[in-house]
């Protein structure tokens, strides 16, 4: 690949690579408790109307409105029905003590908060024996109605659904005790670089000129981990070309993904390229992005057995932003999530607290977080080996090419949240 090839725009490199992907075929059943993050492979159908059945919003009296003929009416309580105890049809003229949650007896048509009712005279069991109605009800008031969150037989989750801790919640409302997912990914990760050491392997004051503790190791596992990866780990790999072809034959063994980071350049200690190609195909692009702009996609192996291969930039702000970027979209599509929710997030309007005087030829995501006024301020030291800075900020700006950035201006800006 030449040196000078033109930088591919970011989005349809995106493109480019959901297009490639397609979701795993196997699927399996987990317990709901245990599917936060997991992506359904099935409808979920509801086998019930959510709530059963009419019931109270509040803590009050359940009551016909038409005998409420004006604020102050005295009516007799004739039962007490609180939440999981099915009352009596309620006599005309009379109310009924009811508490959130219980179902509205045959004939009451509106519940009346406590806080607009005054209770007289205790009966002998205790409770109010009369309540005065300090309102004139509206029919229906209070009143929750059977179905009107789920109606039976409808699908209340799709299939392609990363589920949430409410996507949890409205399962199990519907009684789905267990979920039909998309398997986990499997991904083979490992970093190439003769400057790297792990720690606790080499203490700091013993750290020889020249080396860096690896980074990326732990950044890259903890955010497939969060996406619902299986990850082995196949740890450093020496920078040279019969290491690295061997590290690659390995990782295609059992994954559906090998991601590294470090050594897609093009420079003589970079072997990925070279090796890549030997055991598989490549395609080595240069992305109009900052921070990160080499990144090597293909598959090793042949035939539909191959595995895809990633690789990533070796600086650890490049790495991790190319991964939130390019990457993650790809395993979300790996477990279903469909191309439509996949493209590039689109950043929120807000007002700018920086100024940036210098314009870069490449779109550029600017590590950055607001202030107290809800602005957005950027780190000031946007090096792609900064990793405090993604630590510090809770968003990303994107900046367009050739663009300048002045306080008060409006920019994008794509909180962290969009990206997990």
Same mark, same amino acid.
């Given at each position: 690949?030449?040196?000078?090839?033109?930088?591919?725009?970011?989005?349809?490199?995106?493109?480019?690579?959901?297009?490639?992907?397609?979701?795993?075929?196997?699927?399996?059943?987990?317990?709901?408790?245990?599917?936060?993050?997991?992506?359904?492979?099935?409808?979920?159908?509801?086998?019930?109307?959510?709530?059963?059945?009419?019931?109270?919003?509040?803590?009050?009296?359940?009551?016909?409105?038409?005998?409420?003929?004006?604020?102050?009416?005295?009516?007799?309580?004739?039962?007490?029905?609180?939440?999981?105890?099915?009352?009596?049809?309620?006599?005309?003229?009379?109310?009924?003590?009811?508490?959130?949650?219980?179902?509205?007896?045959?004939?009451?048509?509106?519940?009346?908060?406590?806080?607009?009712?005054? =209770? +007289?005279?205790? %009966?002998?069991?205790? &409770? $109010? !024996?009369?309540?005065?109605?300090?309102?004139? #009800?509206?029919?229906? @008031?209070?009143?929750?109605?059977?179905?009107?969150?789920?109606?039976?037989?409808?699908?209340?989750?799709?299939?392609?659904?990363?589920?949430?801790?409410? =996507? +949890?919640?409205? %399962?199990?409302?519907? &009684? $789905? !005790?267990?979920?039909?997912?998309?398997?986990? #990914?499997?991904?083979? @990760?490992?970093?190439?670089?003769?400057?790297?050491?792990?720690?606790?392997?080499?203490?700091?004051?013993?750290?020889?000129?020249?080396?860096?503790?690896? =980074?990326?190791?732990?950044?890259?596992?903890?955010?497939?981990?969060?996406?619902?990866?299986?990850?082995?780990?196949?740890?450093?790999?020496?920078?040279?070309?019969?290491?690295?072809?061997?590290?690659?034959?390995?990782?295609?063994?059992?994954?559906?993904?090998?991601?590294?980071?470090?050594?897609?350049?093009?420079?003589?200690?970079?072997?990925?390229?070279?090796?890549?190609?030997?055991?598989?195909?490549?395609?080595?692009?240069?992305?109009?992005?900052?921070?990160?702009?080499?990144?090597?996609?293909?598959?090793?192996?042949?035939?539909?057995?191959?595995?895809?291969?990633?690789?990533?930039?070796?600086?650890?702000?490049?790495?991790?932003?190319?991964?939130?970027?390019?990457?993650?979209?790809?395993?979300?599509?790996?477990?279903?999530?469909?191309?439509?929710?996949?493209?590039?997030?689109?950043?929120?309007?807000?007002?700018?607290?920086?100024?940036?005087?210098?314009?870069?030829?490449?779109?550029?995501?600017?590590?950055?977080?607001?202030?107290?006024?809800?602005?957005?301020?950027?780190?000031?030291?946007?090096?792609?080996?900064?990793?405090?800075?993604?630590?510090?900020?809770?968003?990303?700006?994107?900046?367009?090419?050739?663009?300048?950035?002045?306080?008060?201006?409006?920019?994008?800006?794509?909180?962290?949240?969009?990206?997990?």
């Amino acid at each position: 690949m030449r040196n000078n090839a033109p930088l591919q725009n970011l989005d349809d490199a995106l493109a480019q690579l959901l297009a490639a992907v397609q979701p795993l075929a196997q699927t399996e059943s987990v317990p709901t408790a245990q599917a936060l993050g997991r992506v359904l492979a099935v409808d979920v159908i509801a086998a019930l109307d959510v709530p059963p059945g009419d019931n109270s919003a509040m803590d009050g009296y359940a009551l016909r409105a038409a005998d409420v003929p004006a604020p102050g009416t005295v009516l007799p309580v004739s039962q007490r029905i609180p939440a999981g105890v099915v009352g009596q049809p309620l006599q005309a003229g009379t109310a009924a003590r009811i508490f959130t949650g219980a179902q509205i007896p045959t004939g009451a048509d509106a519940v009346v908060m406590q806080e607009q009712c005054e =209770a +007289l005279a205790e %009966a002998d069991g205790g &409770g $109010a !024996a009369a309540v005065r109605i300090q309102i004139k #009800p509206l029919h229906g @008031l209070a009143i929750r109605r059977r179905g009107e969150d789920v109606a039976r037989g409808s699908a209340v989750l799709k299939q392609g659904t990363r589920l949430t801790p409410a =996507a +949890l919640g409205l %399962a199990a409302s519907v &009684g $789905a !005790a267990l979920l039909g997912v998309t398997r986990r #990914p499997r991904v083979a @990760l490992f970093s190439t670089g003769d400057e790297l050491v792990m720690p606790g392997e080499v203490a700091p004051e013993d750290m020889p000129p020249g080396a860096i503790y690896n =980074a990326n190791r732990y950044t890259l596992s903890g955010l497939l981990q969060a996406l619902g990866c299986e990850v082995t780990d196949l740890g450093l790999v020496p920078d040279q070309l019969e290491a690295t072809r061997a590290a690659l034959r390995v990782a295609a063994e059992g994954h559906d993904l090998i991601l590294t980071s470090g050594g897609v350049s093009v420079g003589e200690e970079d072997h990925l390229r070279p090796a890549v190609q030997a055991e598989g195909r490549l395609d080595l692009w240069q992305i109009a992005m900052k921070p990160g702009k080499p990144l090597a996609f293909g598959v090793i192996g042949g035939g539909a057995g191959g595995t895809w291969f990633i690789g990533l930039p070796g600086n650890p702000v490049s790495s991790l932003v190319t991964f939130l970027l390019l990457v993650r979209p790809v395993l979300l599509r790996l477990q279903g999530v469909p191309v439509a929710l996949l493209g590039m997030p689109r950043g929120l309007p807000l007002r700018s607290a920086f100024r940036r005087t210098k314009a870069d030829s490449r779109r550029e995501f600017v590590r950055a977080r607001l202030d107290a006024e809800g602005n957005v301020t950027v780190y000031p030291n946007q090096s792609s080996g900064v990793l405090t800075s993604m630590v510090w900020a809770d968003g990303l700006v994107d900046i367009p090419a050739g663009t300048l950035v002045e306080p008060g201006q409006t920019v994008s800006f794509i909180p962290m949240s969009f990206l997990q």
